[in-house]
């Protein structure tokens, strides 16, 4: 995922620096992939959210309970929720990048429509 959504940026911006293009085309088709962006990035927040509330209930019970077979879980709940971290990064900054290079083709367009970069 993370070479596909960083292909996808790269092309987007190579085609933001033509002139002449079907801007509505485009549009449409780059709506679509923000659309599929935002859905991977929605259930990896889900699963993201998930690991990090049984990571804390996890530790949580080792609090109360002492018990020392609940160390390996914890490890594991925590090597998982690092990576998922780092992915849910990529892919909310991501979605983020698109939105402003959507702003960028309508301002192609719609002059009224573009802003200044920041």
């Given at each position: ?95 983020q990048k698109m939105y ?17 970069k920041a």
């Open positions: 995922m993370k070479k596909r959504i960083l292909a996808y940026l790269a092309y987007v911006d190579e085609i933001l620096k033509e002139e002449d293009r079907d801007w509505e085309r485009d549009i449409r088709s780059h709506l679509q992939q923000i659309a599929f962006f935002s859905h991977e990035r929605l259930v990896h927040l889900l699963v993201f959210m998930l690991v990090g509330i049984c990571t804390v209930m996890s530790i949580l019970a080792y609090v109360i309970s002492s018990q020392i077979m609940l160390l390996p879980l914890i490890v594991m709940l925590f090597v998982l929720l690092i990576p998922y971290c780092m992915h849910y990064y990529l892919l909310e900054n991501s979605v402003e290079q959507y702003d960028e083709m309508q301002g192609k367009i719609r002059p009224y429509f573009s802003r200044p």
